[in-house]
């Protein structure tokens, strides 16, 4: 009888381990597990590539700043590319948010990322490939809340150019508009 009960009882502990496992997995949903998010051009990494390679190779750029009507050229060595190349580094069309809102149009060596969440901050980004590897990126920005709105234009052309432009309007300040544009 002591045999009996002892089973009886891994048993049904057994089983109890066995149901609560099921109940468990049947709560996991099927969309996840069986979706995959496509991966996109990793945009960080293409842009840490090149700030690697401008620090090497280290060229002289004739370089614009612009804000509102004043502006000033020079021509000058970027001392620091990580902090010159920043707005373009923090912009990763894979990032969780942006999963099911992104439309891809491919036309010869042209891509355009469109995202169709207007509450997203980005809006497009067009790649332009020659010879098969990434030579020009457009980025097309929105931020808006409750302080400001800001519009953000970035395109990067390697070996040629690069440049960012930004129309800001803040609360209590007023407008501003920037732009950057550096020529190798």
């Known amino acids: 009888m002591f045999w009996y009960n002892r089973h009886t009882y891994s048993i049904f502990k057994a089983m109890g381990i066995f149901s609560l496992s099921c109940a468990l997995f049947s709560c996991v949903s099927t969309d996840s597990a069986t979706k995959e998010q496509v991966k996109l051009l990793d945009l960080p990494s293409f842009f840490q590539s090149e700030i690697k390679r401008l620090k090497e190779t280290n060229p002289t750029i004739t370089k614009t700043v612009r804000k509102d009507s004043l502006s000033e050229v020079k021509q000058i060595k970027i001392e620091n590319w990580d902090t010159e190349l920043a707005s373009f580094v923090a912009i990763d069309i894979n990032k969780p948010a942006y999963d099911g809102y992104v439309h891809i149009d491919s036309v ?64 209590a300040v007023g407008d501003n508009y920037y732009k950057i544009e550096g020529k190798f």
């Open 108 to 171: 010869d060596n042209l891509v355009t990322y469109t995202v169709t969440n207007p509450d997203l901050d980005l809006s497009c980004i067009q790649i332009q490939y020659k010879n098969g590897k990434v030579n020009d990126i457009i980025i097309e920005r929105k931020v808006k809340n409750s302080l400001y709105n800001t519009t953000e234009f970035l395109e990067y052309r390697k070996n040629d150019s690069y440049t960012v432009e930004k129309n800001q309007s803040v609360i």
